[in-house]
């Protein structure tokens, strides 16, 4: 009896662990599926009891369990992430540097991303609009003025029922600012949402179970629609998200660094790589922060900075994802035949700025954001099924930027508030260059 128990745990530690590789064979078979349904003349029960019936069941269920997710989840963690920044006023100074730091490399993350994705354009030469169901309702353009206005909720409560972003994230931080300030009467309220947070993470948890079945229809379903020239596009798209994180690191992160700590790169790097092993293999800002934190602590950043920095970048600062967000609004836009103008790409940065903080730092989270950048333009969330396929690769190199982003931002902070012990972060230099 025992001995069941013991295995059937290591049964569910197993299915866990296995995770990524079942989506990625939920992916490949998906794919292969896909090209022979393709291969195969229309018929009823190809269009109806595959394509139209099951496939749609196990695709569009999953896409909207992870869509059902998403004004439940930005709500509470954004209560969690500002009610947990400590006594406000004490961190002042520090805080205000930090989310400078967070929210500008975002932007700029955003930036880059969306001028790659415009002048690379990865999804030029695949036409899905086929497959959208009724017309693609771009949003309509607003100026700047409303697009501010309009993040102040009149009614928060239907902010949250019709899942209008912004408001809700406007409201959710006023909520955990409120709670910090109040301080101890708070307490409860705090632990309510602390609690609620770990609840809808368990939730997106669970419906990722579903991911690989989910992955595996959506992905049919496209390469049984638009063939291999899907392929091609979505290989562009994975390239020049990677083109991207790779610019935001080495321009973005490595000039901040130098113009503000006047230090070699080199120790941070050599250390980073204990913390990339982590955020590779678990596609998680959250389960890295015991990591950073040593790591700072090992190249001499004081405890009142890297306590503070570590895990707030943790849960707000995501510019790896944020540069996937841009490119894949991009990519989906032109894979639908949709213009995106210069209002649009407006929204999308402040979009997918704000989304970084309510994004969890956990696998596969950015994604669920997605769908609220894609919705604040008015893009086509059937995109989302198309680029499913190869989210959880690209979630191990984003979540590995999202991370470095807080380590660096960490070390900039640390040496402007005079918290960095250049001497240590030197010799550990010197003993690791040897
Ligand atoms: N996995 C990412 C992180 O933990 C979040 C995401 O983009 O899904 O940083």
Known sequence: MKRKKVRRKENYYEKKITLTSKILLGLLLGFLFGL????????YI????????VFKIFGNGFTSAIKMMVVPLVFVSLICGSASMGDVNKLG???????????????????????LGSILKPGLGLDMSNLVSGDVAIGESKSLVEIILNIIPSNPIQSLANGDMLQVIFFA???????NVVGQKAEPIKVLFESANEVCMKMVNI????????????VSNTFATVGTDAVFALLKYVGVVLLGLLIHVSVVYGGLFKIFTKQKIKPFLKKFTQVAAVTFSTASSNASVPVSLE??????????????????????????TAIMQGVAALFIAQIYGVDLGLNDMMTIVLTATLASIGTAGVPGVGMIMLSMVLQSVGLPLEGIGLIMGVERIIDMFRTTV????????????ANSEKDLDLEQYNKDAKSQLA
């Open 173 to 179: 931080l006023l909520i955990g600012i409120a709670i």
């Open 402 to 413: 999202n991370v470095m982003g807080d380590n660096v931002c960490t070390l900039v902070i």
């Open 36 to 43: 022979l349904l393709k291969q195969m003349p229309s018929s």
């Open 295 to 320: 790591i700072m602590e090992e190249l001499g950043v004081g405890k009142a900075t890297r306590s503070f920095t570590i895990p707030m970048g943790a849960t707000i600062n995501m510019d790896g």
């Open 207 to 218: 419906i990722m179970l579903f991911a690989p079945y989910g992955v595996f229809a959506l």
């Open 46 to 53: 190809k269009d109806t009891v595959i394509l139209g019936g």
């Open 93 to 115: 100074r520090i805080g205000g540097k930090t989310m400078l730091f967070y929210l500008g490399t975002t932007a700029i993350a955003i930036i880059i991303s969306l001028f």
